[in-house]
T-cell receptor, first 116, second 112 residues
Framework: GAGVSQTPSNKVTEKGKYVELRCDPI?????LYWYRQSLGQGPEFLIY????????DSGLPNDRFFAVRPEGSVSTLKIQRTERGDSAVYLC??????????????FGSGTRLTVV | QKEVEQNSGPLSVPEGAIASLNCTYS??????FFWYRQYSGKSPELIMS????GDKEDGRFTAQLNKASQYVSLLIRDSQPSDSATYLC????????????FGKGTLLTVNP
């Protein structure tokens, strides 16, 4: 597609439920990133995929969070046993190559997750 | 010391003035620096990238980098009300070639 697509745009879930957030990167982009932005804060890194593999998952806050990218394109961020503190905007970005020279990332419009 | 720091603002300037946004970073080995603009309720939008010391101009925007002082700034000339947004400084810190570390952002308001 023309840009990074994230679905759903909004998700309200009850505490303790499981949620999946989807990211469809720009076609041909091999690098994919998930970030989380809490209110009044800058985005915080969660995980980086190069192709199908998670090259760096050091930003995932705990083992309730997991992400996959089985075919090297679409990625799904999965959150188990959601907590109210998980409420945030989850942003996905992609790039044709990581880091310097990539010119920065193009972010999707995000998924606003609210845990009630 | 936080890895990337910005004045949280808010910064208020009159229309037509120069807005100056500042950012400092802690890792002297950092090589890549970015400014993002984020309108309320929207996702961050990349507006400038800079990799070398000095100034980089793009239209009304100028990014300035001083690696010795570990300082990067964004100047917006002839500010317009449509420039009102939160501006996020992002750095790829040394030791990584992909992980953006963001500041908290500076809220800019341009008054007509």
């Amino acid at each position: 597609g023309a840009g990074v697509s994230q679905t759903p745009s909004n998700k309200v879930t009850e505490k303790g439920k499981y949620v999946e957030l989807r990211c469809d990167p720009i076609s041909g982009h091999t690098a994919l990133y998930w970030y989380r932005q809490s209110l009044g804060q800058g985005p915080e890194f969660l995980i980086y995929f190069q192709g199908t593999g998670a090259a760096d998952d050091s930003g995932l806050p705990n083992d309730r969070f997991f992400a996959v990218r089985p075919e090297g394109s679409v990625s799904t961020l999965k959150i188990q046993r959601t907590e109210r503190g998980d409420s945030a905007v989850y942003l996905c970005a992609s790039s044709s190559q990581p880091g310097q020279g990539a010119g920065g990332y193009t972010f999707g419009s995000g998924t606003r997750l609210t845990v009630v | 010391q936080k890895e990337v720091e910005q004045n949280s603002g808010p910064l208020s300037v009159p229309e037509g003035a120069i807005a100056s946004l500042n950012c400092t970073y802690s890792d002297r080995g950092s090589q890549s620096f970015f400014w993002y603009r984020q309108y309320s309720g929207k996702s961050p939008e990349l507006i400038m990238s800079i990799y070398s010391n000095g100034d980089k101009e793009d239209g009304r925007f100028t990014a300035q980098l001083n690696k010795a002082s570990q300082y990067v700034s964004l100047l917006i000339r002839d500010s317009q009300p449509s420039d009102s947004a939160t501006y996020l400084c992002a750095v790829i810190l040394g030791g990584s070639n992909y992980k953006l570390t963001f500041g908290k952002g500076t809220l800019l308001t341009v008054n007509p």
